[in-house]
């Protein structure tokens, strides 16, 4: 918390009742109160005309509401992509990104500012670690792009924790903002809309399992030997590719939903055919879902490159010889580096 006064924002329902009672307001305040966050998205207590002025003022003495500063919106030339980028108090930027595909709408959200798991060909992972999100601006980024979207005639329908930072290294903030998303007096997302990313942070995906959030689990293979993984990740020196089957294994077998791994393709490197039917034969006796994802290039990184159409191919028909269901992610916003592994910020002087 940046202030010791409650964030509504970040306030489950239970937490705010509780709050409302210390404050001797009936319990229905909770839901007017939850209306004007959500519904409405108020900025300042003031603003919430139909609860009375007394109340009006004990809130604002004790509680605050996170507000992220829009500094920028960027739309793909496609429209399939918008980009937007946050400023939060601490004047540390974040981004995040709306992402069109048929009817589904999903927000692409960030977890942390910068990265401390220092992916190779991932954009975030060279800004370091900086700071943890709290799970007000983790909501308030699904809140500011659901009014986006609702501006066009459209809404959120799913969330991915896929933007900047591992969700897992800030697993109470992720798991609190998880739980807000799903309120129904809110945005009201299922579950299975929600997935969770993680680049394979094995004690965060045990927390994850025991909580019962019942939220979706990506996690990013790419690489089918501990050899290259390790190159790639670093955070394979610690959970090794053995260790990530057999955690998802167990996701299955508690959750009866399996996880998805989402395997970048990247030329010379994870793109052969021997990777394949490694791959095939890594996830044979695993209930998952695979998600490729050709690399994304961008201008600040030139030592990764995206395959040929033609290798992309010949990867895919391996696949498909070794009877592995997969699909392939169409990268949406490359035009405006807000693909997968391309968020950013570099402060503008
Ligand atoms: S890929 Fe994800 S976990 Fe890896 S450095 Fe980038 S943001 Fe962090």
Redesign the pocket.
């Known amino acids: 918390m940046t202030s010791r006064l409650y964030d509504l924002k970040a306030m489950l329902p239970g937490e705010l009742n509780q709050l409302v009672g210390e404050l001797e307001e009936p319990a229905y305040r909770t839901r007017q109160i939850l209306n004007w966050l959500y519904a409405k998205g108020v900025r300042d207590v003031r603003e919430m005309t139909n609860v009375s002025k007394i109340l009006r003022e004990k809130l604002a003495e004790r509680t605050r509401i996170t507000w992220l500063h829009l500094v920028r919106r960027q739309e793909s030339a496609t429209g399939e992509a918008v980009k937007f980028l946050f400023e939060l108090p601490t004047g540390q930027r974040i981004e995040s990104v709306l992402i069109a595909d048929g009817t589904r709408r999903t927000a692409c959200l960030s977890s ?1 500012v ?6 190779k ?6 800004m370091g670690m900086i700071a943890n999100l709290e799970a007000g601006q983790i909501v308030d980024q699904l809140l500011q792009v659901n009014h986006f979207a609702r501006g066009r005639g459209e809404k959120v329908t799913n969330v991915v924790m ?5 969700p897992l290294l800030n697993y109470s903030a992720v798991a609190r903002a998880l739980k807000l998303m799903r309120l129904k007096e809110g945005i009201g997302l299922g579950g299975r809309k929600i997935t969770v ?3 394979g942070y094995i004690p965060g995906i045990r927390r994850l399992m025991a909580e019962d959030l019942n939220v979706g689990l990506a996690i ?1 293979l790419n690489a089918t030997t501990d050899q290259m993984r390790e190159q790639l ?1 670093p ?1 394979n020196r610690k959970y090794k590719i053995a260790d990530l089957l057999a955690v998802a294994r167990e996701f299955f077998a508690r959750r009866g939903y399996g996880v998805t791994f989402e395997y970048v393709l990247m030329a010379g490197l994870t793109d052969a055919d021997a990777d394949a039917r490694r791959l095939a034969e890594l996830t044979r006796d695993i209930p998952c879902k695979i998600n490729l994802i050709p690399y994304n290039e961008t201008d600040a990184d030139r030592r990764f490159r995206r395959p040929s159409c033609r290798r992309l191919e010949q990867f895919y028909q391996v696949l498909r010889g070794c009877r592995v269901e997969f699909t392939v992610r169409h990268s949406r916003g490359r035009d405006i580096d807000a693909a997968c ?1 391309q ?1 950013y910020h570099r402060r503008e002087k």
């Open positions: 942390q910068g990265c401390p798991l220092d992916c060909f991932c954009a975030t992972g060279r896929m933007g900047m930072g591992e990313s993680t680049a990013s990740m955070i592994g968020l």
